[in-house]
């Protein structure tokens, strides 16, 4: 667990959101939003941003429903509500057709009664719906309804959700919520200081032990429990947390998220400001339900887009709450590394090499520490200890004056960015001397100090008082969650160096190719392999040479035309997969073999029953490395496209990679590195290395294809791809495209 937030671990925030020169924004019915871009399918590309100060800190509240009377549960939500007012300054009027006061406060009989502006309505009552067509008239901003008994129920209470959300729409007011709760209620400490944790959960219950990390001087700034999401959502409170000055990280529980493209539109906006976004997702083993005809909408499951989608806008997963605590807390507090270096040092040779095991398999760099600071850490180290990384100083050196002078020493270095130092049991005084080194070393450097305090029962002075008591030091109980926040950092900070928005690379007017694709799609149909090939074409994707036949004599003068040796396959739009059925013959070198597969792949077809527009006669592509690049549609995010190693083994390998449009030629490439088998790119066994650039570029023209045609495209298939060596380009051998 992290230590407080006390003193000079902070960075500056203002500046951070001054510097990321946002684009001037206009407000219109509270939520703003930048000017008017939209892609090529007429979808925004910044995120809508609500302008949530009113709720937050509101100047007035109405509480409908108020009451207090004894043993009833809204008189107990009435206490909290006023005791809160109180802390924000705000002005709170009770609500209620029978009392004229509650608490001693004067009712009104309705929202209708309300004679000032209201800022927020809290609605304590069983159905909100026909308090929100009256709130409609009152000109309130925002409301708050606790009420259960809608889309966590079933179908009935999904459609009576819906009514609301409609009604909440007309109105105008935003609303959080139904099934919601207090926490945006809760006493925040006000006596921490540096940047903040911002909190976002949809079942409030997760997000209590982020909460009570105040107990331990983490400041917490706020608290957005979002409930069914009815209006107000996960995004929502995403957009506005990015742009405030005290919030240093976004702490999100996300049981289910509502759009994927606002989701996306909120995490690039986080990342334009710096802000990071550490989130748990959970709902990793479910795949959704999916009827897929491609390849690769058998490969794409929904939880492997959520995760795709989240690595490429710098939102970091996380899976247990302890590491949202953890990991959330760590990114608020630390500033930019010098360095991507992590040194680890302990007192026990066992223990540092099983911390850089861990460490190394997770990524983090350890870097071997030069001779000269090796030759300096041996003045204070035994000879026959090893101090180049991890740093094994024996013990005694704790004890005494050399410790602080082992960890300045450390520190000094230019490679080193993070310095770890696992303590896996307490073993006072050198335990205690060694924190309060730990300690005051920390405060002297603008480095990052981490130490994993590793005693199960965590009482002791050194760990309570000493190390969770620092403004600097990184606390954390586990080896794994330690290494998982420091990777968090480091990535965090390479991601948003330099950070290039993906929605600044994509097309605002749509390309010559969409016309010409537009002609070919058939609704609701899948289109035949020659005809998909066209719709490559269109895109300037490269395809064999070859001719659609429709007699043995013409396949014949079509084999001349193409060149021997030649491949012929059945077309048609119901075939799939025609290998499994015999419907594709490889390396005809006559007419007369010519002849015989284009008798033998009829007679197949019609013994199976299946309509053929032809055959094709198609160029025999050299050998190269076979690959699968696709396009399918995810019920959150939209269109995504997927890039793998393919052949007729594809979906035993599984090695695939996704992202969701827009994306440029960087994060294709990152997609390559991405796949397992990788290397197979770069040659082996005696092959010659493959056109990764060529590949590269079909990503790409299948990703614009897949934003142009987002109303027309259901799924896209090309398996094989072959990429043939450097400097030769990639073919696409077959392709299966199915319209919406």
Not at 99 to 116: K, M, N, Q, Y
Not at 191 to 220: C, K, M, N, Y
Not at 618 to 625: A, D, I, N, S, T
Request: aromatic residues 6%; glycine residues 10%.
């Amino acid at each position: 667990m992290l230590g407080s937030t006390h003193g000079t671990f902070t960075t500056d925030l203002r500046a951070r959101v001054v510097a990321c020169g946002e684009s001037p924004r206009t407000t219109v019915h509270g939520v703003t939003a930048a000017p008017g871009d939209q892609d090529v399918s007429g979808r925004p590309l910044h995120a809508p941003v609500p302008d949530l100060d009113r709720f937050f800190r509101p100047e007035s509240v109405a509480v409908v429903g108020a009451s207090d009377a004894e043993g009833r549960p809204n008189t107990g939500i009435t206490r909290q509500l006023i005791a809160w007012a109180e802390r924000v300054g705000a002005r709170l009027v009770p609500v209620h057709p029978t009392r004229t006061s509650v608490f001693g406060i004067d009712c009104v009989p309705s929202v209708g009664a309300l004679t000032e502006p209201v800022d927020l309505a809290v609605l304590l009552v069983a159905d909100p719906l026909p308090v929100i067509e009256q709130l409609a008239e009152t000109k309130v901003r925002f409301a708050v309804a606790f009420a259960s008994g809608f889309a966590e129920t079933g179908e009935a209470g999904a459609a009576a959700q819906e009514r609301l959300a409609s009604a909440v729409r007309r109105s105008g007011i935003r609303l959080l919520g139904p099934n919601t709760n207090l926490n945006a209620f809760e006493r925040f400490r006000e006596d921490l200081d540096g940047p903040a944790v911002a909190l976002i959960t949809q079942s409030g219950h997760q997000g209590r032990p982020v909460f009570t990390l105040q107990e331990l001087g983490v400041r917490l700034s706020h608290w957005a429990p979002t409930g069914n999401e009815a209006d107000l959502e996960t995004s929502d409170f995403i957009s506005y947390f990015a742009g405030r000055p005290e919030v240093g990280a976004i702490a999100c529980y996300v049981e289910g998220l509502k759009d994927g493209r606002s989701f996306l539109l909120a995490a690039d906006r986080a990342a334009r400001h710096g802000v990071p976004v550490v989130a748990v997702k959970v709902g990793r083993t479910e795949t959704g339900a999916r009827t897929a005809a491609s390849h690769t909408g058998k490969l794409t499951g929904a939880d492997q887009v959520v995760d795709a989608a989240m690595r490429q806008y710098g939102v970091i997963r996380v899976d247990g709450l302890d590491q949202l605590q953890d990991t959330a807390t760590l990114l608020a507090r630390a500033r930019r590394p010098h360095a991507d270096g992590v040194v680890v040092y302990s007192i026990s040779g066992g223990t540092g090499a099983h911390f850089a095991d861990l460490a190394t398999a997770a990524g983090l760099a350890l870097p071997t520490l030069p001779a000269a600071r090796q030759d300096e850490l041996h003045q204070w180290i035994p000879e026959y200890l090893s101090v180049s990384n991890p740093v094994d100083n024996g013990g005694h050196p704790v004890g005494d004056w050399r410790g602080r002078k082992i960890i300045d020493a450390i520190l000094a270095d230019p490679s080193v960015g993070v310095l770890i130092c696992p303590i896996t049991g307490p073993f006072p005084p050198m335990s205690d001397r060694l924190a309060q080194d730990l300690v005051e070393a920390a405060e002297a450097t603008d480095k990052l100090v981490c130490v994993v305090w590793g005693s199960p029962v965590g009482t002791e002075d050194a760990y309570r008082t000493t190390l969770l008591g620092s403004s600097r030091v990184a606390t954390f109980r586990t080896f794994a969650n330690c290494i998982g926040a420091v990777k968090a950092y480091l990535d965090h900070h390479r991601f948003t160096t330099g950070y290039r928005s993906p929605f600044d690379e994509a097309p605002r007017t749509p390309s010559p190719s969409f016309r010409k694709a537009q002609a070919l799609m058939r609704p609701g149909r899948r289109l035949s392999e020659h005809a998909a090939k066209q719709l490559l074409r269109a895109y300037g994707i490269r395809v064999p040479r070859e001719q659609l036949v429709t007699s043995a004599a013409a396949a014949v003068r079509a084999a001349g035309l193409v060149g021997y040796p030649v491949v012929m396959k059945a077309s048609g739009a119901q075939l799939a997969h025609k290998t499994e059925l015999g419907l594709v013959k490889v390396g005809l070198t006559s007419a007369s073999q010519v002849r015989d597969a284009y008798r033998e792949l009829t007679d197949i077809a019609r013994f199976e029953s299946i309509d053929l527009d032809g055959i094709l006669v198609c160029q025999m592509v050299g050998r190269g490395v076979e690959m699968v690049v696709g396009v399918t549609r995810d019920e959150l995010f939209g269109p995504t496209v997927t890039v793998g190693l393919g052949g007729v083994l594809v979906e035993v390998l599984n090695d695939t990679a996704v992202r969701v449009p827009p994306f440029g030629e960087r994060e294709a490439r990152s997609m390559l590195a991405e796949l397992r088998g990788r290397a197979l790119l770069d040659g082996v066994r005696g092959a010659p290395p493959a056109d990764v650039d060529a590949l590269v570029e079909v990503v790409l023209r299948v990703q614009r294809m897949a934003l142009e045609l987002d109303g027309d495209l259901a799924e896209l298939d090309i398996n094989p791809l072959m990429v043939l060596p450097r400097g030769q380009g990639a073919v696409a051998l077959d392709a299966l495209a199915v319209c919406r």
